[in-house]
């Protein structure tokens, strides 16, 4: 809901704010009276285009502030939460300036944005209707949204969304394949070459480190063989630490019976380090078994080394991936042998998800098709009323090439119509004149209000050309819509007045050389004066008050 609007420096106006509540706000005055220039400040605010002319003589910078109160979920926030702008306040403030170069400064809740982002979250909060400008409900994008939102599809969009998912993840892989196998086969002789290679060379996992340790072992085998000598010669030869620790073994081993548990931990001690030096004479010989001092092996064992690392570099991998390179390389050699067959079996698998995404897509066609009935027998309902009576309105679903499928289906919708007997539906915004068209979009938006819940709707003269029993209905209408959204109408309808639940009065106010425009509250006598003055125009009469007082009074029965 649109809570309040401050604008300053704009054409007639120098300083305006405005408060607003729920429901239908009625917008008067005589012409000229600055009625547009409302509407061009709030357009100004939500991103509508901006011109020079809209500068207020003799100051440097018009601006529009529009304050939203919106609720947690609203599509708007959505918006600011993706592009990191604050947006966990109650209200969404919109802010734009003017300078007299003509550009435009944009702001939501205080903070920098493109004019672009301020219009799309605009979209979202206000919608515009007026007589001869493009709106959001004339473009044919978004009509396939709008009928699935009127036939409550959900579950269908959520279902033909993830098959077409699968189908696109599809036909990427096949393309990928095929590129794959394009560049496999331009290299065919290359990678034979390298398959041979990695094969005749044989590499494993974890072959490289246990090279590396062998080949170290290797280059120092004299040094670790005298070591080893040196090591058994003090252990094992006369006089050594085996002779002496058997030595003292014998002489503890005497001597402990007599010393009542005094040599106890000595004996487990020295008993523990003949052990040991037994275990580590039968280790040295084992070691001194395995010690190979073979110039031939250090040579082969860093030959291979060698030839692995650089096998490695030339794949740009590293020596222990090589083992999974020859398993990948063999793979696509195997297909190129096997004529494709990876290919066959993806093309396989992406046929099955079409004809899945295809058996959805004509179900949920089915399903637009249904709705788009439901739509135009209840705009049929709407349009009587508005004078629309020969009028015919048509939803067309059409169903689209497979080359144009899409997440949200297989068909393309549009809203035509035709105001004429025997003419062909066509387009909205090229059959229907200016105010036939602020009344098929009045017709549209109460069919669809919970379809396309813009919080905030504004009519500029949706009752030109009208007036009536049939500017009663444009006024039953818009009360109608005013229960679930906020609604403004700019009119000159006496009839639409009255239903108003707020009443503002645009006039124009000259001081001096200055003329300026005001807008006021309007209740009770000053409602009823005002209302009489659309009845009976300049001079009102007193039977224009008690026509205006039966309206007024209609409007509240």
């Not at 001081?511 to 425009?517: K, S």
């Not at 309007?522 to 659309?534: C, P, S």
């Amino acid at each position: 809901m649109l809570t309040r609007l401050s604008i300053r420096n704009v054409v007639l106006i120098d300083k305006l704010d405005l408060d607003f509540s729920s429901g239908l706000a009625v917008l008067t005055g005589e012409t000229g009276a600055g009625k547009s220039i409302l509407l061009d400040s709030l357009g100004l605010a939500i991103g509508h285009r901006a011109e020079a002319r809209m500068l207020r003589k003799g100051t440097d910078v018009a601006s529009a502030v529009a304050v939203f109160d919106v609720p947690a979920d609203s599509a708007a926030r959505a918006i600011l939460k993706e592009s990191d702008i604050d947006a966990e306040g109650d209200d969404i403030i919109l802010r734009r300036s003017l300078g007299e170069d003509g550009r435009t400064k944009a702001f939501i809740n205080d903070q920098p944005v493109s004019v672009g982002l301020l219009k799309r979250v605009g979209e979202h909060l206000v919608e515009i209707h007026g007589q001869f400008e493009t709106q959001r409900l004339l473009d044919p994008a978004g009509h396939r949204s709008l009928l699935d939102a009127f036939g409550g599809h959900w579950d269908a969009l959520e279902d033909i969304a993830k098959r077409y998912s699968v189908v696109r993840d599809k036909l990427a892989a096949i393309s990928a394949a095929i590129e794959a196998a394009r560049i496999v086969k331009e290299n065919e002789e290359y990678l034979r070459h390298a398959v041979d290679e990695l094969q005749a060379l044989a590499p494993t996992p974890g072959e490289e480190s246990a090279l590396a340790e062998q080949r170290k072992i290797l280059q120092h085998g004299e040094q670790i063989s005298s070591a080893i000598q040196e090591a058994q010669q003090a252990l094992m030869a006369e006089g050594g630490a085996e002779e002496k620790l058997a030595s003292a073994l014998g002489e503890i081993e005497r001597a402990a019976a007599k010393a009542g548990g005094m040599l106890d931990n000595t004996l487990g001690a020295i008993q523990r380090a003949v052990s040991e030096a037994a275990d580590a004479t039968g280790f040295l010989e084992r070691a001194t078994a395995d010690l190979e001092i073979d110039p031939q092996a250090l040579e082969d064992a860093e030959e291979r080394l060698f030839a692995l690392r650089a096998l490695a570099r030339k794949h740009n991998t590293e020596v222990d991936a090589l083992a999974d390179t020859q398993a990948k390389l063999e793979t696509a050699l195997a297909d190129i042998d096997a004529g494709g067959e990876s290919l066959k079996r993806l093309q396989a698998e992406a046929d099955t998800a079409k004809k899945a995404y295809a058996s959805a897509a004509t179900a949920l066609h089915k399903k637009r098709v249904t709705a788009a009935n439901a739509l135009d027998k209840a705009m049929v309902g709407e349009l009587e009323p508005l004078r629309l009576g020969n009028a015919r309105f048509k939803t067309n679903v059409i169903a689209l090439d497979q080359d144009k499928w899409t997440e949200t289906g297989a068909d393309r919708v549009a809203f035509a119509v035709a105001t004429n007997p025997g003419s062909e539906p066509g387009p909205l915004n090229k059959i229907a004149s200016g105010g036939e068209l602020a009344r098929f979009m009045l017709a549209l938006k109460v069919v669809l209000a919970d379809a396309d819940p813009v919080p905030v709707l504004v009519f500029d003269e949706v009752d030109a050309g009208i007036g009536g029993a049939v500017a009663a209905a444009v006024g039953e209408r818009l009360v109608r819509l005013g229960q679930g959204v906020q609604v403004f109408v700019v009119t000159h309808s006496p009839q639409v007045a009255a239903k108003g639940a707020h009443h503002l009065n645009v006039r124009k106010c000259t001081a001096g050389a200055q003329t300026r425009t005001e807008v006021v509250a309007l209740n009770g006598d000053e409602r009823q004066e005002e209302i009489a003055r659309m009845l009976s125009g300049e001079i009102v009469t007193t039977e224009a008050r008690a026509a205006a007082n039966q309206l007024l009074n209609s409007a509240e029965a």
